[in-house]
Each structure stands twice: as C-alpha cells, then as structure tokens.
C-alpha cells in the first residue's frame, strides 16, 4: 500500500525555470491538498482539490497552478521559479476535506530549493 | 479565517517526564475538529491525536492525551513518560467542517526535545 507519494524529494532550481512536483495516491481519496512548510512558519495551503476537475485555492497559491485530471494524481506547477519559493512542499490527501471519517495523509515532502 | 497559536517554539525534557505543549486557535465556527501532528527529523507527517470540537470527552491515544477547552479555545497536548523518540517537531492543527474543504489551519510548532 503505497499511500501519498511525493517525486521529487530533493530538486534544485534556477530562478525562471519550471517544473512539476508529482503527487499520486492509490486510495481512492478524494480531497488532496498541497501545502508549503518554511522555517518559523508551520504548513501552509497552497492549493487543494475536492475531486477530480475541481481545483481551488488555499492561503498562499501565487506563483503556483494545480489541476485533477484523475482522482489519483495533483500535480502543482511552478512555471517560473523565484528564490521565495524555496520551501519544503507536502501534499496530502483524505477521503473528504469536510469529515473525521479519515485522517490526512502525507508524502514524504519535497525539498525545493531555487538559486 | 481561523488562527492557531502555539506560542513555545522549543521545549526541553529529560526521558520519563511529563511534557505539555500548548495550543490555542480563533474561529467563529462552531463546528471543526483539532489535530495534533508530529513531525520526525524524517519529514513524515504523523497524526498523533485528534478531537472533534462537539465532544467534550478529551482525545486519549495511549501516552497522548489533550487537554479540549472549547471555551477557552484552548488545545494543550500532555505526553506522558516521555521517550526519545518523541523528539520531533509538534504541530497544532486546525479543520472547519461546515462552508467548503479548506484543508487544515498549522500553527508554527513546537520542538520538543527529550534529553536522555
């Protein structure tokens, strides 16, 4: 049972350049979030998805797009990376966003640093 | 929006002691649950504890247990008999329930130390 999994874990990046961080969950959830964690700072929502083509944003989404093309993966873009961005990224997922009938569940994190 | 506090950025305990680590949370709602999550120096997010805010009966999950004032909006997480492998950082979580999914409240945390 793989859960939440997060690639990459590490990534390093120039300012301006784009990537993709991936997340995928084999348990047929259906709310998934991702979150930024900083020093001092605790996690913060970036964006979150209550099912599949239906994306939203959380406290702190610019600089970053989202989309739910299934139910199993959200993958957040970074189109044009800024030293702010540098953050450990988490991405998480439940049955809903809305009960206790679950927890929520994390990867592993991504380490993001950009130079 | 809702807050949470906590307001301990570091505690330090020797092994076998009692620790607190205190949170308190804003919001208008009536209706919401609390988390406690620790995070290792692996990263990994663990759910330690959790409470709904309609139940007066405080979270016990073997040595956690939490300390619920609703009125105080008040969330104090108590670990008992402390072990080293509770060194972690310790984060107080917040979840509305009614108005729409969105995602969970963290406070700052809280690094906990235990000492051999």
């Known amino acids: 049972n793989a859960g939440v999994t997060q690639t990459p874990k590490f990534q390093v990046l120039k300012t301006g350049q784009s990537m993709t961080l991936q997340c995928a969950q084999d348990?047929?959830?259906?709310?998934m979030s991702w979150y930024r964690q900083d020093p001092g700072m605790g996690l913060r929502l970036i964006h979150y998805?209550?099912?599949?083509?239906?994306?939203d944003q959380g406290e702190v989404p610019n600089g970053y797009n989202v989309s739910r093309s299934t139910t199993e993966d959200f993958p957040l873009r970074l189109l044009s990376a800024a030293p702010s961005q540098t953050s450990v990224y988490f991405c998480a997922s439940s049955y809903s966003g809305t009960t206790m009938n679950t927890e929520a569940f994390f990867g592993q994190g991504t380490r993001l640093t950009v130079v | 929006a809702q807050t949470v506090t906590q307001s301990q950025p570091e505690m330090s305990v020797q092994e076998a002691e009692t620790v607190t680590l205190s949170c308190t949370y804003d919001?208008?709602?009536?209706?919401?649950?609390l988390f406690w999550y620790k995070q290792p120096p692996s990263r990994q997010m663990i759910l330690v504890i959790r409470?709904?805010?309609?139940?007066?009966q405080n979270a016990t999950e073997n040595r956690f247990s939490v300390n619920f004032q609703k009125a105080a909006k008040s969330f104090s997480l108590k670990i008992s008999d402390s072990q080293l492998g509770d060194t972690a950082m310790y984060f107080c979580?917040?979840?509305?329930?009614?108005?729409?999914?969105?995602?969970?409240?963290f406070g700052k945390g809280t690094h906990l130390i235990i000492q051999p």
């Open positions: 409470q709904e805010a309609y139940k007066q």
């Open positions: 998805s209550v099912g599949a083509g239906i994306t």
């Open positions: 919001t208008s709602e009536s209706n919401y649950y």
């Open positions: 979580a917040f979840m509305n329930t009614g108005g729409g999914a969105d995602g969970l409240t």
């Open positions: 348990m047929n959830h259906e709310y």
